[in-house]
């Protein structure tokens, strides 16, 4: 199956998409983007996959279009199975994409983003992000508390980054597993930290205070992240062919599927709502994007993750982690 064709949606600010695109280039996965707006409407999904989800990146591989970055990068890993890691470096990986992608560092990060960044005053973009993130973007705040919101964030941020310093990299590693190029545990790592301090100057300094976040406190940590950039940097021109939303979607579902994983039926959550396979299932993430629900007919469930059958007949996969599998009881069509 790693005959058939990768196509990323993504924007290339999208810091989640980075994750991808760094992990395809360290890897050297042949890949094709279709590029997408980076606020709704996007009609390469919504009217050619008739997919409601909202977030970006998506991966499709063959006929299957996989959501979320956790179990893309795992996808990614069972078709080009990177060299054999020890019990240790397995686990540095997986704590490190825990703590980058299943708390509220990414939250903080973004709370952080200076209102000087053009972005953060088009209203446009503002009134978009409200539907994706309403707790970060709709909630009125006082100047005073927006001031204190921000330095709890930036003080969660550098916690992280003293976590990092004072740890995996205390002995002076250039990479977080101790090779000679950086691995997933690099990218896991670093995206959220090089998202702010690669931001355009000065808005990199107006996200992360320098008396802060600087080479003398935290000099590992800093020569890290800039060995990490220029390691990516020196792959630029490797990016993906890039396609435009219908032949994406025509390779898509004219694509190969890959095998069935079958609905587990000692699975909690399947249990407890009695689904079967071809039962009708409502999908959706819990933290953010949470009003974009998706529909279709159930295909599979494991601990790792649920597959449906969508009116388009594209199958989509979503991890199981932060996402809501809902039986549509007595509304059986899509
Ligand atoms: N858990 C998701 C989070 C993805 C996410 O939050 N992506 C942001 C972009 S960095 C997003 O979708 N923002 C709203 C949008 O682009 O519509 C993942 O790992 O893929």
């Known amino acids: 199956m790693a005959d058939q064709p990768l196509i990323l949606y993504h924007y290339p600010f999208s810091p989640y998409a980075r994750r991808l695109i760094w992990y395809l280039k360290i890897r050297g996965i042949p890949y094709c983007q279709c590029l997408q707006p980076p606020i709704l409407p996007r009609p390469d999904l919504s009217t050619h996959l008739s997919l409601n989800y909202r977030r970006i990146p998506l991966l499709a591989h063959g006929g299957d279009l996989y959501l979320d970055t956790r179990l893309i990068l795992n996808l990614l890993d069972t078709l080009f199975p990177p060299p054999p890691l020890t019990a240790d470096q397995k686990t540095i990986t997986h704590l490190l994409s825990t703590l980058t992608t299943a708390t509220t560092l990414f939250f903080k990060a973004a709370e952080l983003l200076p209102s000087s960044l053009p972005v953060m005053k088009d209203p446009k973009f503002l009134k978009?992000?409200?539907?994706?993130?309403?707790?970060?973007?709709?909630?009125?705040?006082?100047?005073?508390?927006?001031?204190?919101?921000?330095?709890?964030?930036?003080?969660?941020?550098?916690?992280?980054?003293?976590?990092?310093?004072?740890?995996?990299?205390?002995?002076?590693?250039?990479?977080?597993?101790?090779?000679?190029?950086?691995?997933?545990?690099?990218v896991e790592g670093v995206w959220v930290i090089h998202w702010l301090l690669t931001l355009p100057p000065p808005h990199n300094d107006n996200a992360l205070d320098p008396a802060v976040i600087n080479k003398t406190r935290y000099p590992k940590t800093m020569a890290w992240v800039n060995?990490?950039?220029?390691?990516?940097?020196?792959?630029?021109?490797?990016?993906?062919?890039?396609?435009?939303?219908?032949?994406?979607?025509?390779?898509?579902?004219?694509?190969?599927?890959?095998?069935?994983?079958?609905?587990?039926?000692?699975?909690?959550?399947?249990?407890?709502?009695?689904?079967?396979?071809?039962?009708?299932?409502?999908?959706?993430?819990?933290?953010?994007?949470?009003?974009?629900k998706d529909r279709g007919r159930l295909v599979g469930v494991d601990e790792r993750e649920v597959v449906w059958e969508n009116e388009k007949g594209v199958r989509v996969h979503a991890p199981r982690l932060g996402f809501r599998v809902l039986g549509v009881k007595g509304r059986p069509s899509l």
Do not use: M, Y
Not at 136 to 154: G, Q, Y
Not at 157 to 168: A, D, G, K, Y
Not at 174 to 183: D, F, R, Y
Not at 267 to 282: A, I, M, N
């Open 227 to 292: 060995r990490f950039d220029q390691f990516i940097n020196a792959l630029s021109g490797k990016e993906g062919r890039v396609i435009k939303g219908g032949e994406a979607a025509e390779l898509i579902l004219k694509g190969k599927r890959g095998g069935d994983i079958g609905v587990d039926e000692a699975d909690p959550v399947v249990k407890v709502q009695g689904l079967k396979k071809g039962d009708v299932v409502e999908v959706f993430p819990t933290d953010t994007g949470s009003a974009f």
């Open 128 to 186: 978009d992000r409200a539907t994706f993130s309403p707790a970060t973007f709709a909630t009125p705040r006082t100047k005073e508390d927006r001031a204190l919101s921000r330095a709890e964030a930036l003080l969660e941020i550098q916690s992280s980054v003293r976590l990092l310093e004072e740890t995996i990299l205390s002995d002076g590693r250039n990479w977080v597993l101790g090779g000679k190029e950086p691995t997933r545990a690099d």
